[in-house]
């Protein structure tokens, strides 16, 4: 009874680590997120976005709630994990996005558009490029609003990625973020493709972030951080390099000394043998 107890008692304790606390970030380690900056939105913040929004910069940029970015892309691509890769459609007319849609379609097989949305191709039945589709997703209801309106037509659900400036009108599910970065949308591809290969039992092997992004991603250093950095490294570089003159310094001054030292040894050794000289003379 015990025994059962105990075993209770670290089940329960062991499922209470697992699981993210409120100030945890679910699909990938909160670094992710701030190297990719998908937490930086635009100068323009609409009503439906303002919510979202935690403060904003100097320089006048909104911050999105790094916690919310998460959350609403790990509900968005719950959403997504219901539809098979040949009943949904992926939409991305942003070149930012183009190289992560592109590997999310190679790796899963779900229909994609970039550059051009084909007019017409989920509305006009006539059209020899015309598809069914049961679900699509944009990755801007602004520049992806023609494969919006068509969805919003023929009734199908819409899931979308809205930066702040971005109205969230006829979207059904809602993800956040920073939608015009490369690197940004580089992680939201990746981290979809990582879940939805698993939910769908998809054996390739998924390429890495930066494969994803399409070049190195570093974790900036804070700029109060980096100024108090650089400013130890030169008053260290100053006090070094004081500490060498001094040396060098009183180096030479060894030097001087025993140079006089000598000329005076060398005069003393010759008025000696003067000395001697006189004397054999006499």
């Known amino acids: 009874m015990v025994t059962e107890e105990k075993t209770e008692k670290k089940v329960k304790t062991t499922t209470e680590v697992a699981k993210p606390t409120e100030d945890q970030t679910i699909l990938s380690p909160l670094e992710d997120y701030i190297k990719t900056a998908s937490y930086l939105g635009t100068k323009v913040i609409t009503p439906s976005m303002r919510k979202y929004v935690y403060r904003r910069r100097l320089d006048g940029l909104a911050i999105l709630n790094t916690l919310l970015v998460d959350k609403k892309l790990a509900e968005g691509i719950d959403f997504i994990k219901q539809f098979k890769p040949d009943e949904w459609t992926l939409v991305c007319k942003r070149e930012a996005g183009w190289r992560g849609a592109k590997m999310f379609s190679e790796l899963t097989g779900v229909r994609t558009y970039t550059k051009k949305y084909p007019a017409g191709v989920l509305t006009n039945t006539q059209l020899d490029n015309f598809i069914e589709t049961k679900m699509i997703m944009i990755c801007d209801p602004w520049l992806d609003k023609n494969a919006l309106v068509d969805s919003v037509k023929i009734?199908?659900?819409?899931?979308?990625?809205?930066?702040?400036?971005?109205?969230?009108?006829?979207?059904?599910?809602?993800?956040?973020?920073?939608?015009?970065?490369?690197?940004?949308?580089?992680?939201?591809?990746?981290?979809?493709?990582?879940?939805?290969?698993?939910?769908?039992?998809?054996?390739?092997?998924?390429?890495?972030?930066?494969?994803?992004?399409?070049?190195?991603l570093v974790l900036e250093e804070p700029k109060k951080k980096r100024l108090a950095r650089e400013r130890r490294e030169k008053d260290l570089k100053s006090g070094e390099e004081a500490i060498e003159e001094k040396m060098k310094a009183l180096a030479e001054k060894a030097d001087e000394e025993a140079k006089a030292g000598m000329s005076a040894e060398e005069d003393a050794t010759k008025n000696v043998q003067s000395g001697e000289a006189v004397s054999e003379g006499v």
Do not use: Q
């Open 155 to 216: 009734k199908i659900p819409v899931a979308g990625l809205c930066d702040t400036n971005n109205h969230t009108a006829d979207i059904d599910v809602l993800m956040i973020g920073n939608n015009k970065s490369n690197k940004s949308l580089g992680l939201f591809f990746w981290l979809m493709a990582r879940e939805y290969m698993k939910a769908h039992g998809i054996d390739k092997n998924l390429p890495s972030l930066e494969e994803f992004v399409g070049e190195e």
